[in-house]
């Protein structure tokens, strides 16, 4: 298949490796019923890598700061938990998570304008800072946010007012990967449409993108508020299915390990986000039974073969052996 | 009386202390086919940086159909009918020439605005069959029928040159600023784009940056000469190809200078 057909099919139609993916997860709820607790953290922290791609990955926005807009979600989820439980609507763990996804989305949006221009050193510092900034408002707010304690006494109401959250994590589970199921699906028709070209041409282009009357930093705007508002609804999920938030949710190290993700994963098809967080996500459960201390030093090691030996990351080394096999339909 | 397709009065854009576009009244007509000459240096590229916005004149005005766009950012020139190719490639190296094309498509339509578009924006790509097919047709009118779904960053060089060009005309613009595109590539290529700009509507106002005078004098009827920043004369390619001046600072260098 070339020209016209491949491109028609590449932009719309569901390859067969997607759909496997997804029935292979919703499987895994059948298949592992004694690791529901790590789907669904994997869940959740693949909503997070995938939000970052969207900016990273297609936009070109470096960030060091996406835990600012996790953390929001997880607060903002947390505190509705905590304080209307005893409320049918604004208790439910659904509500509570679209209120979290728009607090984060009206915090990138506002953020947004910082990124719009700049190098990525510039970047990479303003969005740090901003997420320095929100984790100390945070801690000085503890008669709000429980500070370095934590938020205490979260208790979420089944989801939709039928699923209770379980002990062996099987309604968390089956939420988050739903809740990542859906922004998936949303990504992928914001990435597949005239909307997602023009932001890989901004990434690769920015000038020419203007030449084409590309209106860049609305652009830019939308699609940060965009990953905002998904990496708050991955906090919120974590806040609701662990029944706590902390500071640590906002922390460097929790953005640091979201670009981790998507190093390891590969970076801008949106299964990059997806793969790291599991690879990440087992490695961390593996390494840490071995060696409970010096896990993140063989994370370390791998992270930089990856990059010295393999750019484009997992998704990069399996469409170069896709390549080597098929060399005419490889994507 | 109509409105010039585009217009400058006393445009002028300095660097420190050099005077790149040296106060100059240029004057477009709709559907003319204009060439822009002049000597390495003499500000042809910042006059066209400065008509598609992306340059700020130091002062001066430019006028887009009678609209004064001095203040308008290059993405909306670009939607208001204004589109240049760059001297230097500046392609979506990560994209492939069809999704570029068909990027520049969509954007174009867009442009016709209204909630239906921004609904357009974020419907798949793939499933405009009409808009694939047209990208399809202007690439394959540049001979680029071959590569239409390779990274761009893995072409050649002329490949490249031709894919600037189906950009600019994708946008389907009624102002149109080439500048240098037939640099650096083959004899094959060059006849390739004169083909495909003589062909281009009649309506449309086309300036062309070009050193090679035989090429010139092919596809303009009317000329304008800049030297050290200033307009040196405008004239009919007769006017022009008879003009001391012109045959002292520029003819007389050889035909690539
Ligand atoms: N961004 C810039 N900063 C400083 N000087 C510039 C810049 N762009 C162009 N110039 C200078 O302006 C003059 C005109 O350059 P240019 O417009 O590229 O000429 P041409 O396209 O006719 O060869 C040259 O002297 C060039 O060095
Ligand atoms: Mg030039």
Known sequence: MRGPARFRSMQTGWRWYEIVFWAAAFAM??????RLLLLNEIAIFALLALSLDLILGFAGIV?????AFFGVGAYTAGLLAKHFSEHALL?????GLGIAALTAAIIGFASSFLVLRGSDLTRLMVTLGVALIVQEIANRLDWITGGADGLQGVLPRPVLGAFEFDLYGRTAATYSLVVLFIAFVVARQVVHAPFGLGLKAIRDNRLRAEA????????LIAIYTLAAALAGMAGALLAQTTQFASLDMLDFQRSAEALLMLVIGGAGNLFGGLLGAIVFAIAHDVLKGITAQYWQFWLGLSLIILVLFARGGLTGLLRLLYRRVRPEAAP | MTNPALETRALRKTFGGLVATDTVDFRLEAGARHALIGPNGAGKTTFVNLLSGALQPTSGSIHLEGRDITAWPASKRARAGLSRTFQINQLFAGLTPLQSVVLTLAQAEETGGGSAGLMDLFRSAGSNGARIEEAAAILENLHLGACLDKEIATLAYGQQRLIEIAIALAAKPRVLLLDEP???????????????IGALPSAMAIVLIEHDMDLVFRFARSITV???GAVLTTGSVAEISA????????????EHA
């Open chain 2, 226 to 228: 800049l030297v050290n």
């Open chain 2, 182 to 196: 037939a640099a650096g590539i083959s004899q094959e290529e060059r006849e390739l784009i004169l083909g495909v």
């Open chain 2, 243 to 254: 003009d001391e001046r012109v045959r002292k600072v520029y003819l007389g260098e050889g």
């Open chain 1, 212 to 219: 084409i009357g590309i209106p860049v930093n609305r652009r």
């Open chain 1, 63 to 67: 960030s060091l700061g996406h835990a």
């Open chain 1, 29 to 34: 709820l059948v298949l592992a019923p004694s």
């Open chain 1, 91 to 95: 208790g439910d763990p659904t509500i």
